[in-house]
């Protein structure tokens, strides 16, 4: 049968690689059960023809739908572009696509969405950190969908994890700043409540500050989304009234905000202020003053979360070892100096 708009089907393939239907479905669905030079034969008739496998068909069979689900908390920002692109690419090496979904730190809209993926028989789901609604994990769990969570790590998890320990990298930008001298510095993290990467990474900084004998006063916390507009007119309001010698922010979106409230009000960085991100995203090592920040491999982490959901897709069982972490590097640039 020919499918919608007169699309060739299998029955095509087959004339054209003079095997049967069965032979052409197997190729496609058990490559393994089909000799190498038929496999090509029907390979190349299906490339001649212009033939698109039906997925969805296969799905309804109890086989794999191809497809792979990646929810991630915003696709407005650098925070999450190059994890994705590396996701993605390496879905492809698989011969798997990518269906992305954003809940905007919304974790009642991330259960919507897990459904939705759930209705389309999706062969598996990364989340981003560990911070999920019970009702989410749940319907997973229920469906036997393979899940493994992204972007923050923990030794002891109950879902396999591929991430960074985000607690370390609050550690390291504040070790960083007290070795330059600073004592008195001030953060500006986005809301936690929602945001486990951001929690550990504010967790990570207080400790670090506190071991130092140095009590952080409520006015040297503020409160900001991952937005470079509102960073900067956050930063140009507290840089005014009471100076800082140096801000750690909770990532470089929020960084570069601040650099660019000093840069509007003539506060010269890193010579009247220091600043450092988390992320080290596309941009940071070309602005002016290039961000001193913790690089944060987004690109290992999406290649190596694709490697590892697809072959639980396959297998059915949970990756060895069962969580990885990433390591962070601080990578010093021009936006810290000594105090």
Request: proline letters at 5%.
């Amino acid at each position: 049968m020919r499918s919608r708009k007169g699309a060739p089907g299998i029955v095509e393939v087959a004339a054209r690689a003079g095997v049967s239907p069965a032979t052409v479905s197997r190729t496609f669905n058990e490559p393994d059960m089909v000799r190498g030079p038929t496999r090509k034969k029907i390979e190349q008739a299906a490339e001649d023809l212009g033939y698109i496998r039906n997925r969805m068909a296969s799905a309804m069979h109890n086989r794999f739908s191809g497809t792979i689900g990646l929810i991630v908390p915003t696709i407005d920002n650098a925070i999450f572009a190059e994890l994705i692109e590396a996701f993605s690419a390496r879905l492809q090496h698989h011969d798997r696509t990518m269906l992305i979904a954003a809940h905007s730190y919304d974790l009642n809209q991330e259960i919507a969405i897990v459904r939705s993926l759930l209705e389309r028989r999706i062969d598996g789901i990364v989340l981003v950190g560990f911070g999920h609604e019970n009702v989410t994990l749940n319907m997973l769990e229920q469906r036997d969908v393979p899940v493994i969570s992204i972007w923050n790590y923990r030794e002891n998890t109950e879902l396999p994890c591929v991430g960074a320990d985000n607690f370390e990298a609050g550690a390291i930008v504040t070790k960083h700043l007290l070795d330059l001298g600073h004592r008195d510095i001030a953060f500006v993290f986005p809301d936690t409540v929602n945001n486990d990467r951001a929690r550990y990474r504010l967790k990570g900084a207080m400790n670090s500050i506190q071991s130092a004998g140095i009590k952080v006063p409520p006015s040297r916390i503020f409160s900001c989304p991952y937005d470079i507009g509102e960073a900067k007119q956050l930063a140009r309001r507290f840089l005014v009234a009471n100076r800082p010698s140096a801000v750690i922010c909770g990532n470089d979106i929020i960084a570069r905000g601040v650099i660019y409230a000093c840069q509007a009000d003539g506060i010269k960085v890193p010579d009247d202020l220091s600043v450092i991100g988390i992320g080290d995203f596309n941009g940071s090592a070309h602005m002016e003053p290039r961000l001193t920040t913790v690089r944060l491999p987004a690109k290992q982490i999406g290649g190596l979360a694709a490697d590892i959901i697809v072959k639980m897709s396959e297998t059915g069982a949970p990756p060895i070892p069962f969580n990885r972490k990433i390591d962070l590097t601080l990578v010093e640039r021009g936006s810290t100096r000594k105090c």
